[in-house]
């Protein structure tokens, strides 16, 4: 069965720092990998996809990377938008699977 | 523009059964295979089913499979989840999602603003 892991739980972070979060996979998962962003009350947003490609519209101050079981969202320097809940995706065609981690809540410090 | 909106949820006892909706415009609904996702309070997201874009296959959750049924209607723009036997464990937030791409693009790009399901004892 696969696994997605988020670590940490919670990141405290001040404005203007980098904020680094992981992301494991149980088995490889190869680039297969997707990155979204909740903020509270709301739909989550693609953010990266294939690992480190970003989605229309985001930032550049937000990257993807990693391959395999190990994979890492940076944000350069943090805006006080970015501050929310931020989930990895596992997503495979055949058969469909798609696996989510128990996400990682971004505050303020 | 493209959007997604979900209805139909509130709430339901358990054992009961309650049917979702999702309104799409925007976009050529037809072309795209259609996804419900939940997210119980407080809690993580989850998959739950998928449709092909011409209701061909359909695949679920194992959390759900027997319970619930994904189905489409290109016609009228409109994705449904018909969610029998409901127990506690299935009161989430519901989205309907799309995927980036009408092929080979397995993410999710659109979401709808979601619909409440709570299923009470």
């Known amino acids: 069965e696969m696994v997605m892991t988020q670590s940490p739980a919670t990141l405290s972070v001040s404005p203007g720092e980098r904020a680094t979060l992981s992301c494991r996979a149980s088995q490889s998962v190869s680039s297969n990998l997707a990155w979204y962003q909740q903020k509270p009350g709301q739909a989550p947003r693609l953010l990266i996809y294939g690992a480190s490609t970003r989605a229309t519209g985001i930032p550049a101050r937000f990257s993807g990377s990693g391959s395999e079981t190990e994979f890492t969202l940076t944000i350069s320097s943090l805006q006080s938008e970015d501050f929310a809940v931020y989930y990895c995706?596992?997503?495979?065609?055949?058969?469909?699977?798609?696996?989510f981690g128990q996400g990682t809540n971004l505050e303020i410090k | 523009q493209v959007q997604l909106v979900e209805s139909g949820g509130g709430v339901v006892q358990a054992g009961r059964s309650l049917r979702l909706s999702c309104a799409a415009s925007?976009?050529?609904?037809?072309?795209?295979?259609m996804h419900w996702v939940r997210q119980a309070p407080g809690k993580g997201l989850e998959w739950v089913a998928v449709i092909w874009y011409d209701g061909s296959n359909k695949y679920y959750a194992d959390s759900v499979k027997g319970r619930f049924t994904i189905s489409r209607d290109n016609s009228k723009n409109t994705l449904h989840l018909q969610m029998n036997s409901l127990g506690a464990e299935d009161t989430a937030v519901y989205y309907c999602?799309?995927?980036?791409?009408?092929?080979?693009?397995?993410?999710?790009?659109?979401w709808g603003q979601g619909t409440m399901v709570t299923v009470s004892s």
């Open positions: 925007g976009f050529s609904f037809r072309d795209y295979a």
């Open positions: 995706q596992y997503y495979y065609n055949w058969p469909p699977m798609y696996i």
């Open positions: 999602a799309r995927p980036c791409g009408t092929i080979n693009c397995y993410v999710f790009d659109i």
